[in-house]
């Protein structure tokens, strides 16, 4: 027979099959390995198929180019802040789209609470601090604060370093309530430096005319009794009571409040700087006075009269009293102090690291960013749903595959062989490649990902039946197998590519476009469609190569889907006029 | 299956053919009729909009033995003004619909319904929709269209020609509105997971009519070098040529989306991927019949108004006719196009073919068959 001739003939120019294999194979290997040795097995669930909620925020401003990336990074870290802060184990915060940010909220933990929390708006202030010291837990709060108030750290209690000459009332292991009340003298005490008027109010009393004398120009430290006692009692490493802490509390009240890491507490004032007169901030490196990393914040118009006012204020008084608090939903991100009146741009320096002047100035952008949030959607699922909906997902694909290799089993037999495995391989790659997205780049497989897989089932499917037709066609030509394969190919090749190339277009216009859910559909078919070329070349020709060696597959068995007779090609005239036939193809 | 396989063959041959550029008209007349019944079905029933669109609520319950008007019963005054729709899914969970409620109201109704239904809240699937929302996804979906259209029209007007681009896309755009006529006149219910489906539609309509166009493309490569044949004849050759592969990709591409919609349907009641696989089966059985029957042919029909084609049309005609006043034997039969081809090694002799070989000696010399190999290459 010629086969054996042409057989080297077409090896020859057709590479090594062998090698592509075993690169594909490598390639399984190496990604099944990276999936087992990273830990990530499985593929991260979506919301909708591990059980939580999932809501998606539209900015809405009325500036008309308020909404670009920067703001929306800013919002995102700002969400992320306050959901994460919840104690909410995991809540993932991206944006999507132009003007979209998803948070998706894992079933348990108070899912509740966090949902009602990106809902709100965040509110950013700067209160004067009133009184601050380091986080205990309220049972033995009155010794160790006690002991800190002897030295000199800001960190410390209040009462000493606010006034150098009253009576250091803050007495060792002092009840609760005295210790609170040491608070409050001692802050009185302080004050009387700064406004007899405000010293005559009496520490026990809420006092209105304080307040009110206050506005008139002088600085309101006094500190009713109610929150003396809420402030010792307070527990900031307790994050279920800092959440409750200031739920209602109005920018004119004052206030207890946590720094955002627990570890100090504060009583502010109310509310001296809108934090949305903040114009700008920015974070830097002073290179000039070597003060490290600072933050730089600028404020507008009012923002300059307040902030002014507030400042020539605080640099009157003594620590921590001339610090000023920076809120952002009533807990401290920050409370620098003031030593001199500052006007229009200030200039915030301490113990910063890169990451935490970037923070901050993140947290004080927040309050100039010109963006408010609607709730586009909200989707709870429970877990049992969730589980279900996965559930159906999987028998879907399981029925789909099923379908798909049956029909290919009628139609191609032999040839389905190569189909199958390719699908198998294809599959394969796939998941793993799914599993290692996870937390690669956080891709989360959701229902319409699930989706998009199942369809691509078909997609993948049909590569390999344009590549079988064209080996068919070559057949009915009335060509031996190997030269269909090897002539066969470059046409099925440009087939495939060119389609696939439109298939992967249409997922990423969809992938760019899109919003929501539809992403994870676009994202699976385009990872599908760049796989479904990588398995056509790199597995199910070469295979297909190696295949037509065998003969089983060279001979046309019935089976084999290659039969030539089952083509409708005449066998005698084949083998008649076949001599002649191949000393043309060698010139070819 | 053989006989699939045979009929494959002489698909190939050219031994039966349907004369699907022939009877162009008759196609363009059908979908020109089902794009009317589309659009008059979209102009008097319009869609139906699901609760992302309108803004609402939507809660489904656990599997429940309650009856839907049980259930409505129950739920009457927790509502508010708004009316709740119940629906009883195939899971035996139930879902409520209720539109125009915002998050807020959304929670308190979700607890009321709880506890009216004996039910612990966090057991109740709930999705809340914002008004805007169902708008922006379907604003986001045409832009996406928009963008998809004219990347695609450049793709294929550089991998192909203009001609192929524009017919593609006239075809693409036929199959959007079969599947939007369809939901609009059986009433399906339209959710941003049927905007997923029909997004896809999109590059799998087109993938189908990429198939189709590169054999047409390769069968019709050295088209003015030969006058036996006319553009519309070689188009509709190739077309029959790829048939098998047409109805094979298409039914290898429904097969998994058939399993969506069964499961999606059977197991899982309504959700997102019954919407999506709705679409998607409606949208690709569409683009395969406007592969097939429509873009073909408009290529065909644009390709006879360039005056190249034109010319050779003319030359065909001419040559025929002169072939039919010379001998009265030798007649054209369209099933020897074989030799038309490029492909140097026609030598997988048909019998059939026999009567014609005289007609491929009188080619002109210059006719350029591959290789250097004389055209008389059948002893």
Redesign the interface.
């Known amino acids: 027979m010629a086969a054996p001739k042409k057989g080297r003939r077409s090896s020859g120019s057709q590479g090594y099959p062998g090698r592509a294999l075993a690169a594909i194979l490598l390639a399984m290997v190496a990604l099944t390995g990276g999936m087992f040795l990273s830990g990530h097995t499985t593929p991260r669930l979506g919301i909708?198929l591990a059980g939580g909620t999932s809501i998606?925020l539209?900015a809405k401003s009325n500036q008309p180019n308020a909404i670009n990336k920067t703001n929306m990074n800013t919002a995102v870290d700002i969400i992320n802040r306050r959901v994460n802060g919840l104690g909410v184990s995991e809540a993932e915060v991206q944006t999507q789209?132009s003007n979209n940010i998803i948070v998706n909220i894992p079933k348990g933990t108070n899912s509740k609470q966090a949902e009602e929390q990106v809902?709100t708006t965040a509110q950013l202030y700067f209160r004067p601090v009133l009184a601050m010291a380091a986080n205990t837990s309220a049972s033995a709060s009155a010794s160790p604060s006690a002991s800190a108030s002897g030295s000199a750290s800001p960190s410390a209690s209040a009462s000493p370093s606010a006034k150098s000459t009253s009576s250091a009332s803050a007495a060792p292991s002092a009840s609760s309530t005295k210790q609170g009340r040491a608070v409050t003298d001692g802050l009185k005490a302080a004050s009387a430096t700064a406004s007899a008027s405000a010293s005559a109010t009496p520490p026990a009393s809420p006092s209105p005319s304080a307040s009110a004398t206050a506005s008139t120009g002088t600085l309101d430290t006094s500190i009713p009794n109610d929150l003396a006692t809420k402030f010792t009692a307070l527990d900031c490493s307790n994050a279920k009571e800092r959440a409750n802490l200031n739920l209602n509390a109005k920018p004119t009240d004052k206030i207890v409040a946590c720094s955002q890491d627990g570890t100090e507490k504060y009583i502010l004032g109310v509310s001296a700087v809108d934090g949305k007169n903040v114009s700008k901030a920015s974070s830097g490196y002073d290179t000039q006075q070597g003060n490290g990393w600072i933050v730089t914040l600028s404020f507008d118009g009012t923002g300059s009269k307040d902030f002014s006012k507030i400042t020539s204020q605080l640099s009157q008084q003594t620590d921590p009293n001339n610090r000023f608090a920076i809120t952002l939903d009533n807990e401290v991100v920050s409370a620098p102090s003031v030593t001199t009146t500052l006007s229009g741009s200030a200039e915030i320096y301490g113990s910063f690291t890169q990451t935490s002047a970037e923070d901050l100035s993140n947290v004080l952008s927040y309050g100039s960013l010109p963006l408010t949030f609607?709730?586009?959607?909200?989707?709870?699922?429970?877990p049992?749903?969730g589980g279900?909906?996965l559930h159906?997902?999987l028998?879907?694909?399981a029925?789909?595959?099923a379908?798909?290799v049956l029909?290919?089993l009628?139609?191609y037999?032999g040839l389905s062989f190569v189909a199958v495995l390719s699908l198998v391989v294809s599959a394969a790659l796939t998941y793993t490649i799914m599993a290692l997205l996870g937390p690669a780049i956080g891709f989360a497989l959701n229902?319409?990902a699930?989706?998009?897989a199942?369809?691509a089932?078909?997609?993948t499917?049909?590569s390999f039946?344009?590549f079988f037709?064209r080996i068919?066609?070559e057949l009915?030509?009335?060509?031996s197998l190997q030269p269909a394969v090897a002539r066969g190919w470059p046409?099925a090749r440009?087939?495939i590519l060119?389609?696939d190339?439109?298939?992967f277009?249409?997922?990423a216009?969809?992938f760019?476009?899109?919003?929501?859910?539809?992403q994870g559909?676009a994202f699976t078919?385009g990872l599908t469609t760049l796989l479904d070329v990588a398995v056509v070349f790199l597995f199910t020709k070469p295979l297909m190569t190696i295949l037509a060696r065998r003969k089983f597959y060279a001979s046309g068995h019935p089976w084999s889907g290659l039969?030539p007779r089952?083509?409708?090609?005449?066998p005698p005239?084949?083998r008649v006029?076949r001599p002649?036939?191949r000393s043309?193809?060698k010139?070819? | 299956m053989s006989r699939l396989g045979n009929l494959g063959h002489r698909l190939h041959r050219g031994e039966v053919a349907y004369d699907f550029v022939g009877k162009r008209r008759l196609w363009y007349g059908v979908s020109i009729l089902i794009t009317l019944v589309a659009v008059i079905g979209l102009v008097v029933n319009g869609l139906k909009l699901s609760i992302e669109f309108s803004g609402g609520a939507v809660f489904t319950t656990p599997k429940s033995s309650l009856s839907v008007s049980e259930v409505q019963n129950k739920i009457a005054g927790d509502t508010g003004s708004s009316t709740a729709v119940v629906q009883k899914l195939g899971t035996g969970s139930l879902r409520i619909q209720i539109s125009d409620v915002g998050t807020a109201e959304a929670a308190q109704i979700q607890s009321k319904i709880a506890t009216d239904l004996g039910l612990k809240s966090q057991d109740i699937n709930e999705q809340v929709v914002g008004p805007s929302w169902g708008q922006e996804i379907s604003n986001k979906a045409i832009e996406g269209l928009v963008i998809f259209m004219i990347l695609v029209t450049i793709y294929l007007a550089i991998a192909f020609e203009w001609r192929k681009a524009v017919a593609a896309v006239i075809a693409l755009i036929h199959d959007l509105t079969i599947t939007v006529g369809v939901y609009a006149i059986v009433g399906f219910e339209v959710s941003p997971g049927t905007v997923i489906g029909l997004l896809t539609v999109l590059g799998y309509s087109l993938y189908d009519t990429v198939v189709v166009f590169d054999g047409l493309k390769e069968t019709t490569k050295d088209i003015t070098k030969q006058n036996r044949f006319t553009y519309s004849e070689l188009a509709n050759r190739s077309l029959n040529q790829t048939l098998v592969r047409s109805i094979n990709t298409t039914v290898v591409a429904l097969l998994p989306v058939a399993a969506l919609l069964f499961v999606g349907g059977g197991l899982l009641g309504a959700g997102m991927l019954n919407d999506i696989a709705l679409s998607l089966f409606v949208g690709l059985a569409a683009g395969a019949y406007s592969s097939i029957f429509i873009a073909t042919p408009l290529v065909a029909d644009l390709k006879e108004r360039d005056p190249e084609i034109k010319a050779l049309k003319k030359r065909v005609l001419a040559k025929r006719a002169a072939d039919a006043r010379k001998a009265e034997t030798a007649t054209d039969e369209p099933q020897d196009a074989d030799q038309a081809d490029d492909d140097e090694e026609a030598e997988g002799a048909h019998p059939a073919a026999a009567g014609a070989v005289s007609g491929q000696r009188n080619q002109p010399a210059s006719r350029s068959r591959s290789k250097n190999r004389p055209s008389g290459k059948r002893r």
Do not use: H, M, N
Not at chain 1, 476 to 479: I, N, T, V, W
Not at chain 1, 566 to 570: I, K, R
């Open positions: 909708d998606t539209t789209g809902g609607d709730k586009s959607d909200v989707t709870t699922v429970s049992a749903v279900e909906q159906g997902g028998i879907a694909g029925v789909g595959l379908l798909v029909y290919l009628a139609y037999r229902l319409p699930v989706c998009g199942i369809v089932i078909g997609i499917a049909d039946i344009v037709e068919r066609d009915r030509e009335g060509r046409r440009r087939t060119v389609s190339f439109v298939s277009l249409s997922a216009v969809l760019v476009v899109s919003v929501s859910k539809v559909f078919l039969d089952a083509l409708g090609v005449q005239l084949r006029r002649a036939a043309e193809v010139e070819a």
